[in-house]
Structures are given as C-alpha cells and as structure tokens.
C-alpha cells in the first residue's frame, strides 16, 4: 500500500480493497470504541453476515485488519497499516484514491490486451465513453470528476512537499500550477514556501468545483483561473508546475504545451515537472512501469525517463534541465529559461 496505487496485487486483493473501502469498513472499525464481531458489523453496514464474514478474514490475511477473540467470538480492528491510509479523514489517507482506482482505472486495465493490441486508451471498451477528448472521457461526469479531484488531493497530501522540496522554489515568487485541480498541491506549496503565491490553472468545471468542495481556494494566496492550457493565455508567472500532466499526453502534444510555457515564463524563471520517473533504461522501478501501462489504458501519454524529458524541454528553449528523485513515487524535473 505505501507504493499504491500500482496495480501490482493480485485481482482478488485489489477487489477485497476497494470493496471494503466502498462499504465502509475500515470507518466503521475506526469509530467503534472495541473491536467488533463480524455479526456487528454486518448488522451495522447493512450487508449480508456470510459475505462480510469472509471480507473481514480476507482483511485479516491481507493485513489490513486484526482478528481476536471476545466472548468466544471473532472480533476486528484496523491494523495501523488500514488506519493511517485507508480511514477517511486520516492526514494520510489514501481512500478517495482507491476508491477512484477501483470504479475507474481497475475497470481499464480488464482491458489490457487490447489496450496492448491497439495502442489506445480504453474508456470506449470499459464505459461506452470515446475519448478523442481525453478529459471529457476523464470526467465522465460530475460525480466522476469529483473522485478524480479527491484522489490526487490524496496524492498530494503524502507526496506533495516532499517533491516539492526536491529543489528549492523560493526564489520564484509567483508559482503557476497548471491543472492544479483541488489546490491540493499549491496548499502543499503555500506551506513549504510562504513567500510565494500560487495561481491554481484548470478548465472551468474543475475550477468550479475546487471553489465549491475543496479548501485551497479560501487561501488568500491560492486564486483559480479558468481555462484550456493548450489553447488559451497563461497566467505570467515565475515558475510553472506541471505535476502528472505531461504522462497523459504524446510527445507532440507535450512539446507544443511546452513552447507555449517558455513563451509564457518570465526570463530566468522556469518550469517544474513533477511525473513518476523511468530508469534509464525504462524497465523500472516497477510501480512507474506500471504507471506507464497505466497510461496506455487510460491517456494517451506514457511515463518518460530523464532523458526523455530533457529531449522534450531542449527544444523548447528550456535550460539547465536538472533531474531529482524525491524518495517517493515522484522525482521533479527543473529547467529554467
């Protein structure tokens, strides 16, 4: 689980996962004052006794529950592997991402051979959704979107500072984080350099939607502009973020993002990208493989190796390309202009 959201467990744990995440089962032994039997607990999520009987074993083998004895009967609690990333309202919970995970992206991947043979996304084969506009697939609907937006603040909240500390941004005063989403991450930023200002950058209804059921916006710091960052005006700005963005897209497409920065960006500031990197020979580390399988059934990108992303910033105009693992999932990449 530290290394999730690979898709690297076999299906019926993956399913155990999100099933006992959706019912709510790790809230439920978090709130309870005692251990509870597996009797309690169906009676207190309205499922079925046999069914839940055998969830909470299989928790129990995967080491996200333990089992003792209380009255001569089985009794449950979280291990403290389920408490700090699988209960909501954890500081490291992960729960929004699983959930995301399991109804999305474990539904793609039932698709792999295909994604395989055709070299495309899935979304029309696991949805009915085409996805010549990649977002629209995406954010297949409000409640969707939603999800999506609570999954990668749950990214940002165990990953954040750390990739943000990979390098040292407080000379750049004004930060533009380019599909910042939530703000998740420019609130991770705002702490670690609060010196600096943060223009959260994404299409109208996630803008909307960070203002409605997220918290960065009433940050005075954080303001939210709306619009498509390959076509419309960029906010100027010191420094832009471009954090799991270019990993959705072909090279094509991230070069051309990529002039539009450096045309953007004042001279001597720079850009962050922020992906899950590839070793230099592409064949690790194995949860950024994954990541990258990933991208075949879900985007239209890949993850890249440092090199590959210094052949995508050279030409751009971007210099002094500096690559750093941050101890996490996630390394950074800073170039400036």
């Known amino acids: ?8 467990l076999p299906p019926g744990n993956h399913q155990v996962l999100f099933a006992a995440c959706e019912l709510g089962v790790f809230e439920l032994l978090a709130e309870a004052p005692e251990p509870l039997d597996s009797a309690a607990v169906s009676a207190r999520l309205g499922a079925s006794p046999r069914g839940t009987e055998l969830l909470l074993d299989a928790c129990v083998s995967l080491k996200l529950l333990q089992a003792g004895v209380s009255g001569g009967k089985a009794v449950y609690a979280n291990t403290e592997l389920a408490s700090t990333y699988l209960v909501r309202g954890s500081p490291s919970s992960q729960r929004d991402m699983l959930m995301y995970t399991g109804r999305t992206t474990y539904v793609c991947w039932g698709h792999l ?18 996805s010549e506009e990649l977002f629209s697939a995406i954010y ?30 407080s000379p750049f005063r004004v930060i533009c984080d380019l599909g910042g989403g939530s703000g998740a991450l420019a609130k991770a930023c705002v702490s670690l350099y609060p010196g600096c200002r943060v223009i959260v950058f994404d299409i109208p209804g996630v803008v909307q939607m960070a203002r409605t059921h997220f918290s960065a916006s009433e940050d005075e710091r954080i303001s939210f502009h709306e619009g498509d960052f390959f076509t419309d005006p960029l906010p100027e700005a010191d420094l832009y973020i471009l954090a799991r963005v270019l990993h959705d897209w072909t090279d094509a497409k991230c070069s051309h993002l990529l002039e539009r920065l450096y045309q953007a960006c004042r001279t001597g500031g720079g850009i962050l990208v922020i992906e899950s990197l590839l070793d230099a020979d592409g064949r690790g580390p194995l949860t950024t493989v994954l990541y990258s399988l990933n991208m075949l059934v879900q985007t239209e990108g890949r993850e890249r190796t440092p090199a590959q992303y210094r052949a995508l910033l050279a030409p751009a105009g971007f210099r002094d390309v500096r690559c750093r693992r941050a101890g996490g999932i996630y390394g950074a990449v800073l170039a400036r202009k």
């Open 1 to 8: 689980l530290p290394d999730y959201p690979s898709p690297i």
């Open 113 to 130: 051979a295909e994604a395989v043979r055709e070299g495309r996304n899935q979304y029309l084969k696991a949805f009915g959704i085409p």
């Open 140 to 169: 297949r609907s409000e409640g969707e979107r939603l999800q999506f937006m609570r999954g990668l603040q749950d990214v940002w909240r165990l990953e954040g500072a750390r990739v943000l500390a990979a390098f040292d941004l």
